[in-house]
Each structure stands twice: as structure tokens, then as C-alpha cells.
């Protein structure tokens, strides 16, 4: 089993950033790609960011060139800074993990976390 728990949202005004972190636990060298979801109510589960075992990064359109992922897989965990923030942007972020990267980016990973919150105000 992988365990995964998200910090680091909160509250920001428009252009702000943040940097969401997440402790990854259990059997996470079975999953070969980590990365960030998010949900807003009502709507689906929408892929943020991958990056799989060789370091290779993919992005969402709608964050290209403002959000970036790392990792730090000796204490394996996960990042995302997420720099010139826009309300739309506003949503529950789930730091998840998946056998590769297409069905993490789906937005339909094997395992995600319990979350954390962004809000962006204008």
C-alpha cells in the first residue's frame, strides 16, 4: 500500500504562490509516477503534473509555465510550486501516485491523498 498526505495550500490573492508538499509511505517503488491532481466540487478530477522515475515532467496546459513539480525521492516526497495563481486555479489538490503517468494525468490515479485546499481570491 501507498500512503500519501498532502501540506502547504491556503488561502492567496491572485499572482501569489504556493508550494504544496507531499510525504509519500509504503510500497511507493511499485508506482512510477507521481504527481498532482485537483478536484473543484462538481466537477471531475482534472491531472495537474506527473513526473516519473527518470525525472520526466508533464503539465496541464492550463499550468504550463506557472506550476512546476519535483520530487525528492530519498525522502520521498513531492512538490509543486505553483507561481502567478489564478482564481481559476482554486480548487482540492490530491497528491497521487499511479503505475504511469497517462491514467494519473486522466485524472484517475491508483492512490491519491486526502488533500489540501486552494483558494485563490481576485
Known amino acids: 500500500q501507498v500512503q500519501l498526505v498532502e501540506s502547504g495550500g491556503g488561502s492567496v490573492q491572485a499572482g501569489g504562490s504556493l508550494r504544496l508538499s507531499c510525504a509519500a509511505s509504503?510500497?511507493?517503488?511499485?508506482?512510477?509516477?507521481m504527481g498532482w491532481i485537483r478536484q473543484v466540487p462538481g466537477k471531475e478530477r482534472e491531472g495537474v503534473a506527473g513526473i516519473d522515475d527518470d525525472g520526466n515532467t508533464t503539465y496541464a496546459e492550463s499550468v504550463k509555465g506557472r506550476f512546476t513539480i519535483s520530487q525528492d525521492k530519498a525522502k520521498n516526497s513531492l512538490f509543486l510550486q505553483m507561481n502567478s495563481l489564478r482564481p481559476e486555479d482554486s480548487a482540492m489538490y490530491y497528491c497521487a501516485a499511479d503505475l504511469g503517468c497517462r491514467t494519473l494525468l486522466a485524472g484517475s490515479p491508483l492512490v491519491w491523498g486526502q488533500g489540501t485546499q486552494v483558494t485563490v481570491s481576485s
Open positions: 509504503g510500497n511507493t517503488y511499485s508506482m512510477s509516477c
